[in-house]
């Protein structure tokens, strides 16, 4: 199916863990974009990537690692969880065009106990 | 720095009224590109309307207008007819042509206003 897809949809996991959000994306988009997702901060951008191989820090990056060794794949992986990233995770993709929107994933819900 | 801001946490609007949700931005780039997204309870982004920075007129999309204002730096959505399944989270968001720096397509979101329609 064509889209963009995250996984998983829920994640409980606890302090100190490592977990790796996953995002895939069929439309071979050049931008793939990772945010979160908190009350009374709206979208906050974690990280963005314009190709394979060429990624970016966005607004609050800290305690986050992103890769992307594939155009269609954009993982995020938090090192070592903490409570303060319980959150929900958005990831998008969009062409290189400005005058083109982003697309979203559904959202992973992850909270850190 | 906030690049995005939206001053109006919460809206409320009788149905069948219009509504605008203000939106400003800080850019110093000369290229760039305005969005408006819809978040209902459910969770899902919805794109709802662009507005580019070279744009001669404002965008418009069915119900969804888009009051873009240059020099104020200023893209407020104005909503026309407001219907029950309006109400939801709506983002404004820029993406930046990234002149002279490398920020090129970086796409920024601002706090959301949520919109409850009365019937």
């Known amino acids: 199916d064509a889209g963009i897809t995250q996984s998983p949809r829920y994640k409980i996991t606890e302090t100190g863990r490592q977990v790796t959000l996953m995002c895939h994306q069929t439309?071979?988009?050049?931008?793939m974009f990772w945010y979160r997702q908190d009350l009374g901060h709206g979208l906050r951008l974690i990280y963005y990537?314009?190709?394979?191989?060429?990624?970016d820090k966005g607004e609050v990056p800290d305690g986050y690692v992103v890769s992307r060794s594939k155009t269609e794949n954009f993982p995020l992986t938090l090192e070592s969880a903490t409570r303060s990233q319980t959150s929900v995770y958005f990831c998008a993709s969009g062409e290189v065009s400005m005058n083109t929107e982003a697309f979203f994933g559904q959202g992973t819900r992850l909270t850190v106990v | 720095a906030q690049k995005i801001t939206q001053t109006q946490p919460g809206m409320f609007v009788q149905e069948k009224e219009a509504v605008t949700l203000d939106c400003t931005y800080d850019?110093?780039?000369?290229?760039?590109?305005l969005f408006w997204y819809k978040q209902p309870s459910s969770g899902e982004m919805i794109f709802l309307i662009y507005?580019?920075?070279?744009?001669?007129q404002n965008a418009t999309e069915g119900r969804y207008s888009l009051n873009f204002q240059k020099a104020r730096k200023s893209a407020n959505l104005v909503i026309s007819a407001s219907q029950l399944g309006d109400s939801a989270m709506y983002f404004c968001?820029?993406?930046?042509?990234?002149?002279?720096?490398?920020?090129?397509?970086?796409?920024?979101f601002g706090q959301g206003t949520i919109l409850t329609v009365h019937p």
């Open positions: 990537s314009a190709a394979a191989d060429i990624t």
């Open positions: 439309w071979s988009h050049s931008y």
């Open positions: 507005q580019g920075s070279y744009d001669q």
């Open positions: 968001a820029m993406r930046e042509g990234g002149a002279g720096g490398t920020s090129y397509g970086k796409l920024t």
């Open positions: 850019t110093s780039d000369p290229s760039y590109g």
